[in-house]
């Protein structure tokens, strides 16, 4: 079975400071690794994802997130936030359909970003 | 592209009524999708698994005769609250895969609807 972890349930920054928010997973099996970001009120929207390839992954809205085996982490980072940033951020994991998971998205319990000005 | 909305975004309905919600995929065609409960400041709990043609795969703990879930073509997937009580009120999320052949699947969401019960 996989799950994830984020490690910070909240992390507060400045305007233009860079952050980055940590996300760990655990799985005996290959993984795809998300990040979603929701707004107040709203759906989740898909900010980047790593299926497979270079583990440097570039998303929207200026986020990038590095998939390391090893340390069985998915970080995501920011060079210089902006208030627009303020959000609920979650990661999450799945599987290649096949395995038992068929599809299904195990989420981490979320890390809200608080930009200050 | 990968566009899904929900239909409504909010509804309020008295206990012991029934709720339908949408869930559209706009401008792909979507084999499967799923259906997330969110509770306040919390994260999404997958409620089910819709398949287009089949029926629909309940996660533990979730009653199928309660939520009632149709998949009825390639775009549309409604999950209908059967009398409903105020412990159904939340925030209700659905999701629509894209496979992208020979790289893997991701979901995309939709907007949400929020359903009170009073």
């Known amino acids: 079975a996989q799950s994830v972890t984020q490690l910070d349930s909240q992390v507060p920054v400045f305007e233009e400071a860079p952050v980055e928010l940590r996300c760990n997973y655990s799985s005996s099996v290959s993984v795809y690794l998300f990040w979603y970001v929701q707004y107040p009120n709203q759906g989740l929207q898909l900010l980047l994802k790593?299926?497979?390839?270079?583990?440097l992954v570039k998303g929207i809205n200026g986020f990038e997130a590095e998939f390391n085996k090893s340390q069985t982490s998915f970080h995501l980072r920011k060079p210089s936030v902006h208030i627009s940033d303020t959000a609920e951020y979650f990661c999450?994991?799945?599987?290649?359909?096949?395995?038992?998971?068929?599809?299904?998205?195990?989420f981490g319990q979320g890390t809200t970003l608080q930009v200050k000005p | 592209g990968a566009v899904v909305s929900q239909h409504p975004s909010r509804v309020i309905c008295k206990s012991g009524t029934s709720v339908k919600i949408e869930c559209r995929s706009l401008d792909f065609q979507a084999t499967t999708m799923f259906w997330y409960r969110q509770f306040p400041k919390q994260s999404l709990m997958l409620m089910a698994t819709s398949n287009e043609g089949s029926k629909a795969t309940y996660e533990q703990g979730v009653e199928k005769d309660k939520f009632l879930i149709n998949h009825a073509s390639l775009t549309l997937s409604t999950l209908t609250v059967t009398s409903a009580h105020p412990e159904d009120s939340s925030f209700y999320i659905c999701?629509?895969?894209?496979?992208?052949?020979?790289?893997?699947?991701?979901?995309?969401f939709g907007p949400g609807t929020r359903l009170l019960v009073l």
């Open positions: 790593y299926l497979s390839g270079s583990t």
């Open positions: 999701s629509a895969e894209l496979p992208l052949a020979g790289v893997g699947e991701t979901q995309y």
């Open positions: 999450a994991v799945t599987t290649p359909h096949g395995s038992s998971n068929t599809g299904k998205l195990i």
